[in-house]
């Protein structure tokens, strides 16, 4: 099993060796790019803003439930869910999250091209299909996963508000007080570089795998089940090392 791990590392190495190059026709790159943004992260707003809302909602529900002891001030479930939204959901569960929206996306994009020998019929005309097909992907989605994000972030907190402004759990004072109190400004940064690593696990990873499939649609479908479940657990190994390496 370790030497099959080793020589997928390898592979997926010199994989993206292929893929970091310079385009051929830079005008072709741009615009391949900011369609590829458009489809990965444009389209995976309302995603976002739906899960971040509810999560939101739902972790200032807990933390209001849970903060019953009188000498624990009542602001501090407001700081609670900033903290949370902040240092883990937005970054790392929500790129977990698009691991299976993207992710699978763009494996089976890629799986299909294979298997229905488009890539094969760009490597006859000379060109660098890993360059061409997935440098486009990678580049327009981690330049756009900030914006997810910070939109993450706002609309998590956004549903926390909704909480205390529609429910008598909380106040809205005290709630937003909670979210000001003690903010540390470098966790916004924190989350966001996390999220350039794990858009950059998201892209290449599911890449990889969709570029190498082999044989017919049921490989694709597993090959796309395979980059989710791998990226995932890549994506939880980064979370381990950057949170270590940022916040120590």
Do not use: H
Not at 118 to 145: E, H, W
Not at 202 to 207: E, L, Q
Not at 217 to 243: F, M, P, Q, R, Y
Request: net charge neutral; charged share 10%; proline share 2%.
């Amino acid at each position: 099993m370790l030497v099959s791990y080793t020589q997928s590392f390898g592979k997926y190495c010199i994989f993206l060796s292929q893929v970091f190059r310079a385009p051929d026709k830079w005008s072709v790159f741009g615009k391949s790019m900011i369609f590829e943004i458009n489809k990965l992260g444009v389209n995976s707003i309302p995603l976002v803003i739906i899960i971040s809302i509810f999560i939101g909602a739902v972790i200032c529900i807990q933390m209001q439930l849970n903060i019953v002891s009188p000498l624990i001030p009542s602001y501090s479930t407001g700081m609670a869910t900033r903290e949370i939204l902040l240092l883990e959901f937005s970054s790392s569960i929500l790129s977990l999250i698009l691991a299976g929206k993207v992710g699978s996306n763009i494996a089976s994009e890629i799986g299909t091209m294979r298997v229905t020998e488009q890539i094969d019929a760009l490597d006859i005309m000379g060109i660098n299909s890993a360059n061409f097909i997935v440098l486009p992907k990678i580049i327009g989605f981690v330049l756009f996963v900030p914006v997810l994000c910070i939109l993450s972030m706002f609309m998590g907190l956004f549903g926390g508000y909704l909480i205390a402004q529609f429910t008598t759990m909380l106040s809205v004072e005290k709630y937003i007080y909670g979210i000001q109190t003690f903010f540390d400004e470098w966790y916004v940064w924190y989350g966001i570089i996390k999220t350039y690593f794990f858009a950059f696990i998201i892209t290449s990873v599911a890449a990889y795998y969709g570029y190498y499939v082999k044989g017919g649609a049921l490989e694709v479908g597993k090959a796309s089940t395979n980059a989710v479940v791998s990226s995932s657990i890549l994506i939880l190994l980064a979370d381990v090392i950057l949170t270590k390496l940022l916040l120590q």
